[in-house]
């Protein structure tokens, strides 16, 4: 594509709406490829990619590993819990290991944020040409997930073609536990960036004061926001005024590993305040799409039944959006 320019993917804060554009468009073209019988494409054939997970996940990592075989690419899959971390080498040397044995792109996840940054940048001084795509860093950022969502709600919204047009004007709820999600920062870059407006809604102890600024300052060192005009961002500790308001909600896991005191003390409560069930979209007359990226607690984010039921929670449609968004992006960095 001739307007891509980004060597790299660690966050969405430099995506114009060309590039969310392109992203989606090709992954449209890639979904519909297994209908067609050709699910492999001969299009990365002969390059590699390494798969570097320094932390936990089930589908970010397959998914990744399915995309690069659909695209025909070789794939190597590294284990935190199996390698030399074990004995004490840093993040870098493991990704130094994997550039020396010829790896063409890393796709890095790690528990602390800027991690893939740093490598990007360290491999770049040491001249490699090494792409770096960011799968979940700290609490920073995760533009894969970002996007799946991103495309899950255009689809949505418009299901003929992909245009990010769809989503202009819309507001799209964020509900839980905002604070420690890299999910939603992502999802804040690229739902105001096509024009989205988001409200931001949980518990006290979970909602951060500063994600209103969060979109109105580009990151540090990076001069210009390439988005003129972005959607609003909202708080509310409301779920009832946030769902009356909304045409589509993202909520979010529980993330008690990232917490680093216990700032919930009762799952019950959290449920019935800001847990999302067929009963509470009803209540508030609304049919509207309830997404997750998952792994779901069942119960206490969205009720079982509504968990099932998948022509309104939409958790399968965005694992499998998750292939071919993130074929796209190789392709996008490789091809
Ligand atoms: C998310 C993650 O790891 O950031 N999961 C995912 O990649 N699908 C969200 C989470 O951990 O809750």
């Not at 001069?223 to 972005?230: E, G, S, W």
Request: include cysteine; glycine fraction near 6%.
């Amino acid at each position: 594509m001739a307007s891509w320019n980004h060597k790299h993917i660690i966050d969405l804060a430099a995506f114009s709406l060309e590039d969310y554009q392109n992203v989606l468009e090709l992954a449209n073209r890639f979904k519909a490829l297994p209908k067609s019988g050709a699910r492999k494409l001969p299009a990365l054939q002969g390059r590699f990619i390494a798969i570097l997970f320094f932390e936990p996940s089930t589908r970010t990592r397959t998914s990744f590993e399915i995309a690069a075989k659909r695209l025909s690419a070789d794939v190597q899959t590294f284990s935190a819990s199996t390698s030399s971390l074990t004995k004490g080498e840093t993040p870098l040397d493991t990704a130094l290991t994997y550039v020396a044995m010829g790896a063409d792109t890393l796709v890095i996840r790690h528990s602390s944020s800027g991690v893939p940054e740093q490598i990007a940048k360290s491999l770049e001084k040491a001249g490699k040409k090494t792409a770096i795509l960011n799968g979940g860093d700290g609490l920073h950022s995760h533009p894969s997930q970002a996007l799946l969502d991103l495309f899950t709600l255009v689809n949505f919204f418009e299901p003929s073609k992909p245009d990010i047009k769809s989503i202009k004007g819309k507001r799209i709820a964020i509900v839980g536990d905002i604070l420690h999600s890299r999910v939603a920062r992502s999802n804040l870059w690229s739902l105001t960036g096509c024009g989205a407006d988001v409200i931001l809604c949980g518990p006290k102890s979970l909602l951060p004061n500063d994600f209103v600024d969060f979109v109105s300052s580009p990151p540090p060192g990076q001069l210009i926001d390439p988005i003129k005009n972005r959607g609003k961002v909202m708080i509310s500790r409301s779920l009832k005024e946030t769902l009356q308001q909304s045409d589509a909600v993202i909520t979010l896991r529980l993330q008690k590993e990232r917490m680093n005191q216990n700032l919930l003390t009762n799952l019950g409560s959290y449920h019935r305040e800001y847990g999302i069930s067929r009963r509470i979209l009803q209540n508030f007359r609304k049919e509207i799409p309830v997404l997750h990226p998952g792994p779901v607690n069942r119960g206490i984010e969205i009720s079982s039944e509504l968990l099932d039921d998948q022509s309104i929670c939409l958790t399968q449609e965005q694992v499998k959006n998750g292939i071919p968004i993130r074929m796209a992006l190789l392709y996008l960095l490789m091809a």
